[in-house]
Nanobody, 124 residues
Framework: VQFVESGGGLVQPGGSLRLSCHID????????IGWFRQAPGQEREEVSC????????HYTAWARDRFTLSRDNAKNTVFLQMNSLKPDDSGLYYC??????????????????WGKGALVTVSS
């Protein structure tokens, strides 16, 4: 699976960014797709995923009120709208795909394919 991630950058605290992840396959052919974050010196963690066969979206607790995942099946693209950004939100944001839906559909250890990441820096 080839990924094209975009939308990262430098933003001030309180600002917004919209990440995009385009894949070269059909979204509907996969089990789940989502966003994961890795801050410097920390482990990779899930941010938000969508279970593609069921259109169920999961958010980790700290992202639920500020981030929104959406998708465009026709364009094979998922988006992550991030609002009210904080310095702690800084890190590499990875798009990842799980081939077949399963219990670990939004766990980083369960994903099968990964993009290269988009760098988000929240700083004044």
């Amino acid at each position: 699976v080839q990924f094209v991630e975009s939308g990262g950058g430098l933003v001030q605290p309180g600002g917004s960014l919209r990440l995009s992840c385009h894949i070269d396959g059909n979204l509907v052919d996969y089990g789940s797709i989502g966003w994961f974050r890795q801050a410097p010196g920390q482990e990779r963690e899930e941010v938000s995923c969508v279970a593609l066969p069921y259109d169920i979206i999961h958010y980790t607790a700290w992202a639920r009120d500020r981030f929104t995942l959406s998708r465009d099946n026709a364009k094979n693209t998922v988006f992550l709208q991030m609002n009210s950004l904080k310095p702690d939100d800084s890190g590499l944001y990875y798009c990842a795909v799980k081939s077949v839906f399963g219990n670990d559909w939004c766990a980083h250890q369960g994903m099968d394919y990964w993009g290269k990441g988009a760098l988000v820096t929240v700083s004044s």
